[in-house]
């Protein structure tokens, strides 16, 4: 079972509009350096 915060996560990253996930992805690989 997934622990409150991530499941938290989850539930909002199902709210989000498509341009918001690729913004979301986008601004997570600038954050982290992920290519």
């Known amino acids: 079972m997934a622990s409150e915060k991530i499941t938290a996560i989850i539930d909002a990253v199902k709210e989000l509009s498509v341009l ?3 913004e ?4 997570y690989c600038e954050e982290f ?3």
């Not at 979301?24 to 601004?27: E, G, K, P, Q």
């Open 20 to 22: 918001e996930l690729k």
């Open 24 to 27: 979301l992805i986008d601004t």
């Open 33 to 35: 350096g992920v290519s």
